[in-house]
C-alpha cells in the first residue's frame, strides 16, 4: 500500500526567502507525485507532477520540485515566497495508476 | 460555464437520512473521483469511476454509493447518513488516470 509523509504541519517564511515544502512517499513501482494547492474555502488546484523523466519538475507560480528515487522524496520549492503563497499544501502519490493517495497537508504562511 | 461545479455547497442533514451529493463537470473528462477531507487525514478517495457505467471503490467506500450514468455527472450518495460522515466532499475529473485532477469547489455536509 502506497502512503505520504508531510512531516510539518506548518512552515513559516518571510517573504522574498525561500520556500520548501516536505515530502516523503512509499509506493512500490515507479510513482506518480503530485502536489496540490488549496486556498481557503476553496478545490485543490494542481501544482505540478512527475510521472518520468528529468528529477526537478516545474510547475505553476514559480513552484518546482525535485524527484529522489534513493531517499523516495519529492519536495516543493520556490526560491522567493510570496504573501499570497500562504495556503495549504498537499502532496500526493500514486502507483502508476490513478489512485492517489493524499498527505495530510502542510501550511505554509508567508509573512510580509 | 465550463468546469466543475459541486451542489450542494453547504448540507446540514440528520443521522439516518438519505444525501445525494452532484458533481457535473463540461470537460468530458473520462475519470471522476470522490474524496473527502478531514483535519489530519488530507484528502481520502471515496469512488472513482473510469468512464459512464464503471465505478470502483477507493480507501473509505462504506456507507456511500455512486452512479455514473452519463460522462458528465456523478453523484455521490449516502444511504444512511451518519454523524462520522461530517466532512467536506470533493469531487474531482482528469483526461486519464494519470493526468492532474480538478477539483470542484467541495461541499460541506454536517449530520447531527
Known amino acids: 500500500a502506497q502512503s505520504v509523509a508531510q512531516p510539518e504541519d506548518q512552515v513559516n517564511v518571510a517573504e522574498g526567502n525561500p520556500l520548501t515544502v516536505k515530502c516523503t512517499y512509499s509506493v512500490s513501482g515507479n510513482p506518480y507525485l503530485f502536489w496540490y494547492v488549496q486556498y481557503p474555502n476553496r478545490g485543490l488546484q494542481f501544482l505540478l507532477k512527475?510521472?518520468?523523466?528529468?528529477?526537478l519538475v516545474k510547475g505553476s507560480y514559480g513552484f518546482e520540485a525535485e524527484f529522489n528515487k534513493s531517499q523516495t522524496s519529492f519536495h516543493l520549492k520556490k526560491p522567493s515566497a510570496l504573501v499570497s503563497d500562504s495556503a495549504l499544501y498537499f502532496c500526493a502519490v500514486a502507483p502508476n495508476d490513478y489512485k492517489l493517495s493524499f498527505g495530510a497537508g502542510t501550511t505554509v504562511t508567508v509573512r510580509a | 460555464d465550463a468546469g466543475i461545479t459541486q451542489s450542494p455547497r453547504y448540507k446540514i442533514t440528520e443521522t439516518g437520512r438519505q444525501v445525494t451529493l452532484m458533481c457535473h463537470q463540461t470537460w468530458s473528462h473520462s475519470y471522476m473521483f470522490w474524496y473527502r477531507q478531514d483535519l489530519g487525514h488530507g484528502l481520502r478517495l471515496i469512488y472513482y469511476s473510469a468512464a459512464a457505467d464503471i465505478t470502483d471503490k477507493g480507501e473509505v467506500p462504506d456507507g456511500y454509493v455512486v452512479s455514473r450514468s452519463k460522462t458528465e455527472n456523478f453523484p455521490l450518495t449516502l444511504e444512511s447518513a451518519t454523524r462520522s460522515q461530517t466532512s467536506v466532499y470533493f469531487c474531482?475529473?482528469?483526461?486519464?488516470?494519470?493526468?492532474?485532477?480538478?477539483f470542484g469547489p467541495g461541499t460541506r455536509l454536517t449530520v447531527l
Open positions: 474531482a475529473s482528469s483526461e486519464w488516470g494519470g493526468a492532474e485532477q480538478f
Open positions: 512527475y510521472i518520468t523523466g528529468d528529477n
